[in-house]
């Protein structure tokens, strides 16, 4: 019987057997080579950090609301960058074949069986033959981040700030480039993300611990800050340098995973409002569509598959650590306490 990853309570990580249900005529059955983990969403749900505890998010309302009972969201499932192979296709499949190799959009588990269907937010995507399947886990992390830059609208000549070089951000430091970004400034706490974000092509890196960041951007970047600022650590105190870091009348785009109150960290009454700066959103599940008409989250996946595949997009660096499924909890606790080593972890099957 094959075993799936639960997120039983905050730092608790099991694998529990489950049943693979019986495949439909437009199923597709496949077993796991490998899925990445999510730094930034993944850990946080790892620490009990969720939106969701005790509450629901209503997709009709569109909005946050008390669950019932006040039921805890645990347990849960964690993970979207899930590389396999198919071994069997229901008998109305065409997309797919047996043997393609798969990027699936689901959670951590020895096998997937998934509804092969034309919706072009469903989670599937076939991979190109001799794509080496690790760089396949980057496929979710890599739209997300295209998208991200897209909500930037970065225009040729363009100064940005991105703000935590984790995987997201220093893909986003190189698609910021490719799209015209002129200048590039680069925010992290970690050494080597920093070193990394140079070598992808930031003009300047910074601490974010030892400056003022924001304001150190906004000298360096012409004396008047940048046109756009994108935040993808999900920290608060981050989000208000961005803010910081921008122009009269910029753009700074919230691409991370922000979880409890803000507090004092974020500042709106500063610089968001006396500059008159915009602040967009960028999230690309929960039924999002793209803010430009031609584009969904399928030409999205393909752009950045065309990217890794052409060799435009570097991802060779990201994978920093690949356990074994088995060791799951060894895997989840080495992110928690050692973010200075890790950059993606890949779970092994």
């Known amino acids: 019987m094959p075993f799936e ?29 490998l899925s990445g983990v999510s730094h930034g969403t993944e850990l946080s749900l790892y620490r009990g ?23 805890s969201s645990y347990p ?26 798969v990027h699936l959009a689901l959670p951590h588990r020895e096998t997937q069986t998934t509804t092969i269907s034309d919706d072009p937010s469903g989670p599937w995507t076939v ?11 980057l496929l979710q992390t890599g739209t997300i981040a295209l998208q991200a830059v897209h909500d930037a609208r970065i225009k040729l000549g363009d100064r940005v700030a991105i703000f935590g070089l984790g995987t ?35 003009d300047c890196v910074l601490d974010p ?37 921008a122009r009269h009348a910029g753009c700074v785009v919230a691409a991370g995973f922000y979880t409890g109150p803000a507090g004092s960290e974020l500042r709106l009454g500063e610089e968001w409002h006396h500059n008159r700066l915009t602040l ?24 950045v598959l065309d990217l890794i595949g052409s060799r435009r997009l570097d991802v060779v660096a990201f994978v920093t650590q690949r356990i074994p499924f088995a060791r799951a909890a060894e895997a989840y606790e080495l992110i928690d306490a050692k973010q200075e080593e890790t950059l993606r972890v890949v779970l092994t099957y």
Do not use: C
């Not at 608790?12 to 049943?19: H, T």
């Open 209 to 245: 611990t030892a400056s003022d960041a924001g304001a150190e951007i906004h000298a360096a970047a012409g004396g008047s800050g940048v046109d756009v600022a994108i935040e993808f650590s999900g920290r608060y105190a981050a989000l208000h340098q961005a803010l910081r870091s």
């Open 168 to 202: 997201f951000g220093l893909l986003a430091v190189q698609l910021a480039r490719l799209s015209g970004a002129g200048w590039i400034a680069a925010v992290d706490p970690i050494e080597r993300r920093r070193e990394l974000a140079g070598t992808f092509g930031a």
């Open 76 to 101: 849960m499932r964690l993970g979207y960058e899930w590389v396999g192979v198919v071994r069997d296709a229901g008998s109305e499949v065409r997309a797919v074949r047996v043997g393609d190799l």
């Open 49 to 71: 950090l969720s939106p969701f505890d005790g509450k629901r998010f209503d997709l009709g309302a569109r909005l946050f609301v008390e669950t019932d009972d006040g039921a």
């Open 5 to 33: 990853l639960i997120l039983t309570e905050p730092r608790a990580v099991e694998l529990a057997p489950y049943e693979e249900p019986p495949l439909g005529a437009n199923d597709v059955r496949a077993d796991g080579i």
């Open 280 to 303: 967009v959103s960028s999230m690309s599940g929960w039924g999002s569509p793209h803010r430009e008409p031609g584009w969904d989250r399928r030409r999205l996946r393909s752009a």
């Open 127 to 137: 991979l190109p033959r001799g794509l080496d399947p690790v760089h396949g886990a």
